[in-house]
């Protein structure tokens, strides 16, 4: 059974950087698309970040509100991928969860992914 685990949230302040871990187990994960999508109270879940398995001219996508800001990166043989997150605003205040699937294609749709970490709450204060 797939399970995927989300760790590194915290309490920082506005400017600050924090990276954010995600460890899956109980498959192959190889040949898997990662994806990073946060919720912020009263709001919908939303894209962040997501890195396909294949190569492509593209193999990080990002939203625009965090590029340039946010990095997703992944560990193959580690079964991991993390986000790091630079120069944090107050709105970047939410819970962050990790999600994988095997498509490479609709990356930014919540949809399309079949297993997803409980999230890590991540707080910017001004």
Sequence with gaps: QVHVEESGGGLVQAGDSL???C???GGTFSRTTWGWFRQAPGKE???VA???WVWTAVN???ADSVKGRF????DNAKNAVYLQMNSL???DTA??????????????NAAVYQYWGQGTQVTVSS
């Excluded at 990095?71 to 992944?74: A, W």
């Design 19 to 21: 990276r954010l871990s």
């Design 23 to 25: 460890a899956a187990s």
């Design 45 to 47: 879940r939303e894209f």
């Design 50 to 52: 997501a890195t396909p």
């Design 60 to 62: 990080t996508y990002y």
């Design 71 to 74: 990095t997703i990166s992944r």
């Design 89 to 91: 605003k107050r709105e």
């Design 95 to 108: 819970v962050y969860y990790c999600a994988a699937t095997y498509t490479t294609v609709g990356l930014t």
